[in-house]
């Protein structure tokens, strides 16, 4: 089935552009709270999952075993841009497990924030693994390991002991099974697996309201929010949708973007868990769905509700500064 246009781009008083996609919205005992398109099609989360994947840092006691402050914490569920306290945060983790960025298995690219990158280039420097937006994550796989006295090399192989951790803390969260013939490899070279969005948001809801975890689980995904809540540049960065947002909302909603038009949230006080696709995978209609659903189901005063209303429906202007248009959100979104 094609799934319906859910954004709207203009340009004057014409549509330019029109982007598709598909939503779940569950609460936190598996019901359905709203489901638009085709929501049984696999997809893979790629780094919207991050929250869930260090679930088993804080479980495990590595990250008391390690001192991991707030700020590492949220760090470990960062697509980051590589800003210099980004690369600074990363480090110290590291540090504290006694290792360096030559652990890191995650690869190399230049910063993703334009400003970090700019000021790399013009310092005459070159990017090395902790600029990676993963560093934090993959500096958090390290702790995991050496704290359960494995060695980390490796810790990307599916069969590697961290690696098992993390599948298992997928699967308890969202009730799908994680499978090698559904997987893939993601960016940074960790497996990523292939479910459909209604668990997804399965695991987004138990996440935000610790129903159906672990006592262990259900502490460790609070201190995650917590610990996010109180530092959003650590999860992206200046400018940046996660940020922005969580700055605004703090503990009352988490979201994390994921790549190719991927976004989860969890919205705590009412115990839902969101997953959405832009069909296309652009990042500019996945951000305009996530506020419009926010809008839907948290309630804010006035305030609030005009701060994520831009991010919902934002302004396109020129390089003159001129408005040429904007996104707008079709009524499937709205509601």
Not at 47 to 64: F, I, N, R, T, Y
Not at 96 to 123: F, I, S, T, Y
Not at 219 to 236: C, L, Q
Request: glycine residues 12%.
């Amino acid at each position: 089935m094609d799934n319906p246009f859910l954004v709207e781009v203009t340009r004057g008083p014409l549509v330019e552009s029109r982007h598709r996609g598909s939503v779940s919205v569950v609460d936190a005992d598996g019901s359905t709270v709203l489901s638009i398109g085709d929501v049984d099609r696999r997809v893979f989360p790629r780094s919207a999952v991050k929250a869930l994947q260090a679930l088993p840092l804080l479980e495990s006691g590595a990250a008391d075993t390690y001192g991991l402050t707030d700020e590492e914490i949220a760090l470990a569920c960062a697509s980051h841009s590589g800003e210099p306290e980004h690369v600074r945060v990363a480090q110290s983790m590291l540090a504290k497990a006694g290792r360096d960025v030559g652990c890191l298995e995650c690869g190399v690219h230049w910063p993703m924030g334009e400003a970090a990158n700019r000021a790399l280039a013009a310092q005459g420097g070159t990017p090395n693994a902790l600029h990676n937006n993963c560093s934090g994550k993959h500096a958090g796989f390290i702790c995991l390991a050496c704290g359960l006295g494995e060695d980390p090399k490796g810790y990307v192989s599916p069969n590697h002991p961290v690696q098992r951790m993390v599948r298992e803390a997928l699967e308890d969260a969202t009730g799908a099974c994680h499978t090698m013939e559904n997987s893939g490899i993601d960016g940074c070279s960790i497996p990523s697996y292939a479910i459909p969005l209604p668990s997804l948001a399965f695991g987004f809801a138990k996440f935000g309201s610790g129903a159906g975890l672990s006592a262990d689980g259900k502490a460790a995904a609070a201190r995650i929010r917590k610990a996010v809540a109180a530092h959003p540049f650590m999860v992206a960065g200046t400018g940046r949708f996660d940020t922005r947002l969580m700055e605004l909302l703090k503990e009352r909603a988490f979201v994390k973007v994921g790549a190719e038009g991927v976004y989860c949230a969890a919205l705590p006080e009412l115990g839902y868990g969101i997953a959405l696709k832009a069909d296309d995978g652009n990042a500019r209609a996945a951000e305009a769905i996530m506020a419009g659903l926010i809008l839907r189901f948290l309630p804010l005063d006035d305030e609030m509700r005009a701060a994520v209303g831009k991010m919902a429906q934002p302004v396109l202007k020129n390089w003159n500064g001129i408005e040429v248009g904007g996104l707008r959100l079709t009524p499937m979104v709205q509601g």
